[in-house]
């Protein structure tokens, strides 16, 4: 049974043997295309700025872009490195290398999401001193600090910007200490990667942010907590009720190996806020990608894949996946930072564009049509997501994808129905073979068949 029933279709056309048969439904509106298609990392800290810019990508998170102690650079302990320091003089801030990175950011036409806080830190064994990961000395000054970091960026304050930056989330992963011990000590207190406290205090410093910024900021939206395990969800959500706080949208974390992984975790979010009473706050996934496990050969292969034509079709088929998926509003690819092993969208020693950036270029295509049509397809290891615009014109974005390295499964032979009055097709088509190459189609007996490698995806217009 096929997880996509998504969005085209105008006749069924009988199949030749051996082909498979998508239909596509233009008739039938499913609703908006969402936004699926937004990512971690910035072109400072990524590629150029014409091809980030082509991308049409929605919100880039800030996360990760200020790693080390680089002053000026996001985090709060660059931007604020004195502590000490009177938060109402401009002179204790360096925003220097923050204002070039959001500068170039928004110059490409994506918005950020800010998030607040310190980057992760690497492992060691504990004798390594950590700067980051402690809890402030005083959570009430801390968010003051953050309060002036927006009014830098949204209000002019300290020759700053009117950028009207919405998304702002408090800290990253302060859970993931907590399931991850060292040498059964726990981690958190001896070598933590992103909070040296515990989740009581992470909480008060996310409710005493989050009332301090409303307070001032009601029109933007504080939320979080951005964490990594399923595990501390509906804790976090208990622990805001009893200080009277309702994140302005819920964000949280999760690798996989397949689309359905997210899917299933994505529902099971969104059924603790709904149970809690958060039904109307929106879900991120704001960090995502193919990640098998953490240990080093795990990390190898899973590199390995991220940089290869299975990620690009994994990625392709999570977001056709997504999209159908009422649970998630936003996703977010961590990530597109240059020299990040995360990043499938660049050819690490060349720079160059690889099939995973088309991914995302003909989500932007997509997007542009706007409103999703219907699509059926009976095959488990294809993803498609169609999109129509306001004069009835169609396009179709198509993936095959699942998690094997099997190479000796077969291409398909994919019949597609096209759109009643549809008298031609161009067709764009990723593979092994292919890097966004179109390839000639011909509309025949109201329907077209593109053939589908293993890890593959395919883009067309009608």
């Known amino acids: 049974m096929k997880k996509i029933f998504l969005n085209i279709a105008a006749f069924i056309v009988c199949a030749p043997l051996f082909a498979q048969t998508l239909t596509i439904v233009p008739s039938e509106e499913v609703g908006v295309i969402k936004n699926m298609n937004s990512v971690g990392g910035t072109p400072w800290s990524s590629v150029k700025d014409d091809k980030y810019a082509a991308l049409g990508i929605p919100l880039a998170r800030t996360h990760d872009m200020g790693r080390g102690n680089i002053p000026g650079s996001i985090d709060i302990r660059n931007i604020f490195p004195d502590f000490s320091k009177d938060e109402n003089d401009p002179a204790s801030y360096e925003f220097s290398i923050t204002d070039f990175a959001l500068a170039k950011l928004i110059a490409t036409g994506t918005k950020p999401l800010y998030r607040l806080g310190n980057t992760h830190e690497p492992s060691n064994d504990g004798k390594v001193k950590k700067y980051g990961p402690w809890p402030p000395e ?16 949204n209000d002019g304050w300290a020759n700053g910007f009117h950028y009207g930056i919405e998304y702002w989330e408090v800290w990253n992963e302060a859970d993931l200490d907590h399931y991850h011990d060292f040498n059964g000590v726990p981690r958190w207190k001896v070598a933590p990667h992103a909070w040296g406290g515990t989740m009581e205090q992470y909480y008060d410093l996310f409710a005493i942010t989050w009332k301090h910024l409303k307070k001032l900021h009601p029109d933007i939206k504080v939320g979080g907590p951005a964490f990594a395990e399923f595990d501390s969800n509906e804790p976090f959500v208990k622990a805001m009720k009893r200080r009277g706080v309702k994140p302005d949208f819920y964000s949280w974390h999760r690798y996989s190996t397949t689309p359905e992984i997210l899917s299933e975790e994505s529902d099971k979010v969104r059924a603790v806020l709904d149970r809690n009473g958060w039904n109307d706050v929106p879900t991120i996934l704001d960090e995502w990608n193919y990640v098998t496990g953490w240990t080093s050969a795990e990390g190898a292969y899973s590199k390995a894949v991220r940089h290869s034509m299975k990620g690009s079709a994994y990625t392709a088929a999570v977001m056709c996946h997504m999209q159908d998926v009422p649970s998630i509003d936003i996703m977010m690819y961590y990530d597109f930072r240059y020299n990040s092993s995360y990043n499938g969208a660049f050819n690490p020693a ?7 950036y088309y991914a995302f270029y003909d989500w932007k295509k997509l997007a542009e049509y706007g ?14 997501v169609a999109a129509k615009n306001r004069q009835g014109r169609v396009r179709l974005m198509i993936a095959r994808f699942r998690d094997h390295d099997n190479p000796r499964e077969e291409d398909i032979d994919l ?34 068949t593109v053939k589908m490698r293993p890890f593959s995806f395919a883009f067309l217009q009608f």
């Open 138 to 153: 005083d959570f009430a000054k801390w968010a003051r600090v953050c309060e002036h970091i927006v009014r830098h960026y």
């Open 350 to 356: 060349t720079g160059a564009e690889t099939s995973t």
């Open 371 to 384: 409103t999703q049509v219907k699509v059926t397809v009976d095959r488990d290891d294809i993803y498609a």
């Open 415 to 448: 019949r597609i129905s096209v759109p009643d009055g549809s008298l031609e097709a161009i067709c764009t088509i990723n593979d092994d073979t292919h890097l966004n190459t179109e390839i000639p189609v011909k509309v025949s007996g109201g329907a077209v």
